[in-house]
Structures are given as structure tokens and as C-alpha cells.
């Protein structure tokens, strides 16, 4: 699952344990860790309500701490994109609960991400998985600062501040990615009027800009947008 990554960012070992410190839970969000998960709450009926659940990815299947200049950035964050989900990574029991108190969830949208469609066939592994480039991560660039060696999540804080003050060469822009998002909530929100709930496991920041989006249009959220993998924040109408 990891032969097409460069060995310099493979990961550690397969012992290696899901961890959420913050340094190594940021990935490539470039938003701060806290720990978090909502209470599950009653069982969700469709003419009564309508329940939008956004959830980040677990852990990746790469090293998540290697310290690296500009260039050999642009190279991890190639390789993050390619890798798999860790097989050590599994979602949280809080998680499993709150989805088993949802009704008409057969099918779960995903990123066409390997790290994003396995979380989700791990998640529900008896819903139809509906993965859509629709979903992926707002990207990153790769600022070229020479001589500065730092970890990739310190890369990812600084690189998702540049993105928005107009750093984003070659890649998707924060106003495509707010359109992309409004597209994305309009998905979401389409299904969840049509089966009561919906439920994306996509990525950290993307997932946030969704949020934005649907609490703009009336939704009640629960929980917050952390950059912890199985993150999950739920939005009520």
C-alpha cells in the first residue's frame, strides 16, 4: 500500500499507534489539534430533521514528522495525496456510535483520495461509497524559502496562510475552493433532504470550509473543525 511513496517519507513502522499530539495530527490542514467528539445524540428521523456529518480522514499511511526544505515539501505533499490509509488507523467507538443512531444512510461521500475512500469504506463498510474529486482537500503550495528545514506540519500552517493572502501558484485559489465548497454543501444538503442525513469523510480544512458554508444557510453545528484525524463535527436543519 505504500510501494509508489518515496521511501524518505514511508512510514515509521506498522506498530506505529495513531497519535494526537498536536505536531503530528496537523497533516496537511494547517489547522491546530484539540480532542473532540460530540455526544451521540437520538436516532435521526427524515420528517423531522435533517443531519449533515463531516469527518476527517484517519491517519495516513506515511511518516507524518520528517523535517524538510521547500522542495522535498512539494514532494510530501505528492506522496500524502498518494498514500493509503494507515491499517492501524481505526475510528474512534464515539464515532461508530453517532453514525449507528443514523437513519437512511446507505451510501457515504468521500474524496477519490486513497487516504479518504478507504476511511470511509472502513467507517460504513456496508454503504454504497460515492467518492468525488468534488470533496478533496483546498491544496497547498510550496513557498521557496531557501535554507529554512522545519516539519511538515509547521510547512502546512505556513504554506495554508500564504494560500490565502495569495500564494497559491498552480493550484485551486481560496475563491475557487469557497465555490468548490458551495457546489460540495449543495451535494450534501440535496441528499440530506432526501434521506434525512448525509455523511462525507473527506478532509480537515475543506471540511471546515463546507461547514462555513452550511452554517451560513441555517445549520446548527455540533462540535469543531480540528485538524485530528476521525475528526467529526455535525450540522443540524
Given amino acids: 500500500m505504500t510501494a509508489n511513496l518515496p521511501p524518505k517519507f ?4 506498522e506498530t506505529q499507534q495513531d497519535t494526537w499530539d498536536d505536531e503530528a495530527s496537523v497533516g496537511l490542514s494547517g489547522l491546530p489539534v ?16 435533517r443531519r449533515i456529518v463531516l469527518i ?26 498518494q498514500a493509503h490509509l494507515n491499517p492501524q488507523s481505526t475510528p474512534p467507538a464515539e464515532l461508530c456510535a453517532l ?4 437513519e437512511g444512510v446507505d451510501r457515504v461521500f468521500t474524496s477519490d483520495r486513497p487516504r479518504a475512500r478507504e476511511s470511509g469504506a472502513r467507517l460504513l463498510p456496508q454503504a454504497q461509497l460515492c467518492e468525488e474529486a468534488l470533496f478533496c482537500e483546498a491544496p497547498l503550495g510550496a513557498p521557496p524559502i531557501p535554507f ?10 505556513l504554506s495554508r496562510g500564504l494560500w490565502y493572502v495569495g500564494f497559491h501558484p498552480g493550484i485551486e485559489g ?17 441528499h440530506a ?21 452550511l452554517a451560513a444557510a441555517g445549520y446548527q453545528r455540533s462540535g469543531s473543525h480540528r485538524a485530528r484525524f476521525w475528526n467529526v463535527v455535525v450540522y443540524d436543519a
Fill in 174 to 190: 481560496p475563491g475557487d475552493a469557497h465555490s468548490r465548497a458551495k457546489r460540495a454543501a449543495a451535494r450534501l444538503v440535496a
Fill in 10 to 13: 514511508a512510514p515509521v513502522a
Fill in 148 to 157: 529554512l528545514r522545519m516539519g511538515v506540519p509547521k510547512w502546512a500552517i
Fill in 193 to 213: 433532504d432526501a434521506r434525512g442525513a448525509a455523511v462525507l469523510v473527506g478532509h480537515g480544512y475543506f471540511n471546515f470550509m463546507i461547514g462555513r458554508v
Fill in 34 to 49: 484539540h480532542d473532540f467528539l460530540p455526544h451521540p445524540r437520538a436516532r435521526v428521523s427524515s420528517a423531522v430533521q
Fill in 99 to 102: 453514525l449507528s443512531h443514523l
Fill in 56 to 81: 476527517r480522514h484517519g491517519e495516513p499511511h506515511i511518516d507524518l514528522r520528517p523535517r524538510t526544505g521547500h522542495r522535498d515539501f512539494r514532494a510530501y505533499i505528492d506522496a500524502y495525496d
